[in-house]
């Protein structure tokens, strides 16, 4: 079972950055295709920001695109999503996902909230 455990979310202002960790225990991380999800709140949850396990492509949501850097460190068993120029709009509940396979795994979330 890979547990995934996100932190660094909090309150900021409008323009301000934040940056969130997923850590993994578990299982090895480099062959997990991951990503970092949101929901806001009344919304379905979307994918923001993917790393792909093998070459490392990232693909980002046009929301997020040009503001939102995702990267990952094997050896330190870490995703991270570097979030700049947040809006009001960015406000939601943060979730890390891990898939190999038909294998899915969810963190349980950390919440940003982005005040004008």
């Known amino acids: 079972q890979l547990r995934l455990v996100e932190s660094g979310g909090g309150a900021v202002k409008s323009g301000e950055s934040l940056t969130l960790s997923c850590v993994a225990s578990?299982?090895?991380?480099?062959?997990?295709?991951l990503r970092w999800y949101r929901q806001i709140s009344g919304k379905e949850r979307e994918s923001v920001a993917q790393i792909d396990s093998v070459t490392g492509y990232t693909r980002y949501a046009d929301s997020v695109k040009g503001r939102f850097i995702i990267s990952r460190d094997n050896l330190k068993m870490t995703l991270t999503l570097q979030m700049n120029a947040l809006t009001p709009d960015d406000t939601a509940v943060y979730y890390c996902?891990?898939?190999?396979?038909?294998?899915?795994?969810w963190g349980r979330g950390t919440q940003v909230t982005v005040s004008s």
């Open positions: 996902y891990a898939r190999r396979y038909n294998n899915e795994f």
């Open positions: 578990g299982f090895g991380l480099s062959s997990f295709d």
